[in-house]
């Protein structure tokens, strides 16, 4: 009896002390709960299309451009491209400039001389005056007259006419050239623009769609944070488990505060592009259909320089400085130049009657101007043109190794887009199908909360880099169009 009273009254005794340190562990564990408060109000952050560009709601009607509409305008109102057309016009002027000389060239010029004291010797005006036997002349037949007068004014007009001249006949052959080369330019401006214009398109659409698959993360992330502080609470999960959903939450908070600040000054330089106004706003839409269509490109294609504009470009310059070669070499022909003068020579002592009495004067003639030793001027300068020439022709060269690169980098780029965008492309349904069940056999206590927060970080990477390798893969679709020479305006 003695024995079975101590062993009842031991096992009470550690009954007692069992429910003790529940009793204690209870408070603790409630007083550790009171230290985490109810998770705050997770945005609406529902996925509607792609979301609007900063401050422009309620400003434009809600004004949409594509990326067409984006090119066209920048064609339109880029003021590099307008400079460009300006210098083009700029050009035309001054081919019309150098070949004016080839119009007869007419002046207009006149003397008016009122002597103040004059020398004892008259002066002869030149002008003669018939008198058929007179005798003051000095020729017999023809008396000059001497002119006392203290007021003369002698008005003269010429004409002249270029014939034959090696300048205007350099400015001839390189008028067309010129505006060759002006046009190149403003062609080379138009691709870098559409070029430009695209990629900046393109980079403000990715930050977009950053941006849709943050939304989507911190909407999933926020529920789930929400729902692990319900089941703290209600006993069910440990701590940790709301702990790490909320510091998942706060980091993918914390990359979609940054990519909408990105996403402005990627606006901005988009807008700078297209020489919008500071002042105004639209939107970005884009066909995803047509941009999945827009992808593809034939890599089976070989490059032709004659398609790039560079290349093209210093085909002219060869052009312009065989022409300047070619001017140095016939520098030795004459120039030849007709001209015609006519004047009228006014005498009278009375300033009132200077114009009652003229003599008239007119001539016509050939100037002929032949350049017989310029000091070896000309020889040097033929061999400095030459020398340029050879210049030009190792810029080909380097231009074709430059040209090559560009072509095989834009392929290999593409390539390599395209192999992992489609990757991508299975990684996210991959990761999806993976975060849906791992997320419900959690619901159903059967893993760990830390398999949920790697499925739900592996479909954020996949979603992010699927969405990266697409827009990747149309940036150097561009690249590689451009490298072909293929970009069309």
Known sequence: MKRSYINTYGLKLLLFAGLLSLSFNALAQNDKKKQFPVPEDIPDTSKVGFPLMPNTEGKNGGQYFTLKQCIDYALTHQP?????????????????????????????????????????????????????????????????????????????????????????????????????????VTDSTKIYLISAVSKSFYNVLLTLQQINVLKEDTARLGKNVRDTYHQYKGGIVDETDYLQATITLNNSVTQLKQANENVIPQYAALKQLMGFEPGKDFNVSIDTAQMMADIQIDTTRQLLYEKRIEYQQIQTRK?????????????????????????????????????????????????????????????????????????????????????????????????????????????????????????????????????????????????????????????SKIDLEKAMGDITY
């Open 319 to 475: 052009d312009l400085q065989s022409q300047l070669t070619n001017y140095y070499k016939y520098a030795f022909l004459p120039t030849v130049s007709g001209f015609f003068n006519y004047s009228q020579q006014f005498a009278n002592n009375s300033f009132p009657n200077l114009l009652s009495q003229s003599y008239t004067s007119s001539l016509v003639g050939l100037t002929l101007s032949i350049p017989i030793f310029t000091g070896f001027a000309r020889l040097h300068n033929v061999h400095k043109a030459q020398l340029q020439e050879k210049l030009i022709q190792w810029d080909e060269v380097d231009l074709k190794s430059q040209l090559y690169k560009e072509y095989t980098t834009g392929l290999a780029g593409y390539k390599s887009n395209l192999f992992s965008f489609n990757v991508q492309r299975k990684n996210v349904a991959m990761a999806r199908r993976v975060y849906f069940v791992v997320n419900l056999q959690y619901k159903q206590g059967i893993v760990a909360y830390l398999n949920v927060i790697t499925a739900e970080s592996n479909l954020i990477t996949a979603e992010i880099n699927y969405t990266n390798s697409l827009f990747n893969l149309l940036s």
């Open 80 to 184: 590099g491209l307008n400079k460009a057309i300006i210098n083009q016009d700029i050009a035309h002027t001054t081919n019309s400039i150098n070949l004016a000389a080839w119009l007869p060239q007419v002046n207009a010029n006149g003397n008016f001389i009122h002597y103040l004291k004059q020398s004892n010797t008259n002066i002869s005006t030149g002008t003669g005056t018939s008198t058929g036997t007179g005798s003051t002349g000095n020729t017999g037949s023809t008396s000059n007259v001497r002119s006392s007068y203290a007021n003369t004014f002698i008005p003269e007009l010429a004409v002249s006419q270029a014939i034959v001249s090696p300048d205007l006949l350099y400015a001839a052959k390189s008028a067309p050239l010129l505006v060759k080369q002006a046009q190149q």
